[in-house]
Nanobody, 122 residues
Framework: QVQFVESGGGLVQPGGSLTLSCAAS????????MSWYRQAPGKERELVAS????????IYVDSVKGRCTISRDNAKNTVHLQMNSLKTEDTAVYYC?????????????WGWGQGTQVTVSS
């Protein structure tokens, strides 16, 4: 049974930082690219960052480029998203998922976890 458990969200002021974590289970983690997605109220879910299966390549959407860093630990089946210089428009529920291939226009491999809420507000 594939499972994603996201954590690390919270309320932060603009300009602040958060590190999100995702613990994955039920599949061969090291064989898949991993991505972070987010869904803001009233908007579609979007992929914001992706990392290749071995961790050597990363890619980001323009809106977070330079402010976020995705990383993974294949020994612990975890993927992280460090978010700096947060903006109000980063407010969303953040999810992780696996992908068959690496990239920004890739579909999630499995269903979704519960996500973790990030709220950026003063």
């Amino acid at each position: 049974q594939v499972q994603f458990v996201e954590s690390g969200g919270g309320l932060v002021q603009p300009g602040g930082s958060l590190t999100l974590s995702c613990a994955a289970s039920g599949f061969t983690f090291s064989s898949y690219a991993m991505s972070w997605y987010r869904q803001a109220p009233g908007k579609e879910r979007e992929l914001v960052a992706s990392i290749a299966s071995a961790g050597g390549f990363t890619i980001y959407v323009d809106s977070v480029k330079g402010r976020c860093t995705i990383s993974r630990d294949n020994a612990k089946n975890t993927v992280h998203l460090q978010m700096n210089s947060l903006k109000t428009e980063d407010t969303a529920v953040y999810y992780c998922n696996a992908n068959r291939v690496f990239g920004l226009s890739v579909s999630p491999r499995w269903g979704w976890g519960q996500g973790t809420q990030v709220t950026v507000s003063s």
